[in-house]
């Protein structure tokens, strides 16, 4: 089985940065998509970023050009790297796996195509 394991949240001023790690295990595929969602209290829950097979990282238009996606192949590790954090961005943050195949790589802002989730970490910015 999958297992998604999120770190790195914590409190920071607005203009600050963080990153957020998230551990995988059992994830023996190769093809597939990971990403981050955050949701915040009363809110919907938000597509952040994505990155998939062969390192191609897409983003909301929200977090454009103050967040980046990464992966760690090496040790089947995600990130987040934050910067420029805005109190908008205060949320729960959601690493999450989408599986592919030889043929079908996993549509990277669909989040019915994400099947694993990690529990989240939370991020707070505050002015």
């Known amino acids: 089985q999958v297992q998604l394991v999120e770190s790195g949240g914590g409190s920071v001023q607005a203009g600050g940065s963080l990153r957020l790690s998230c551990a995988a295990s059992?994830?023996?595929?190769?093809?597939?998509?990971m990403a981050w969602f955050r949701q915040a209290p009363g809110k919907e829950r938000e597509w952040v970023a994505a990155?998939?097979?062969?390192?191609?990282?897409t983003y909301a238009d929200s977090v454009k050009g103050r967040f980046t996606i990464s992966k760690d192949n090496g040790k089947t590790t995600l990130y987040l790297q934050m910067n420029s954090l805005k109190p908008q961005d205060t949320a729960m943050y959601y690493c999450a796996a989408a599986i592919g195949n030889m043929l079908y790589l996993p549509r990277p802002m669909d989040a019915d195509e994400y099947k694993y989730w990690g529990q989240g970490t939370q991020v707070t910015v505050s002015s």
């Open positions: 990155i998939c097979t062969g390192s191609i990282a």
């Open positions: 059992g994830l023996t595929y190769s093809r597939y998509c």
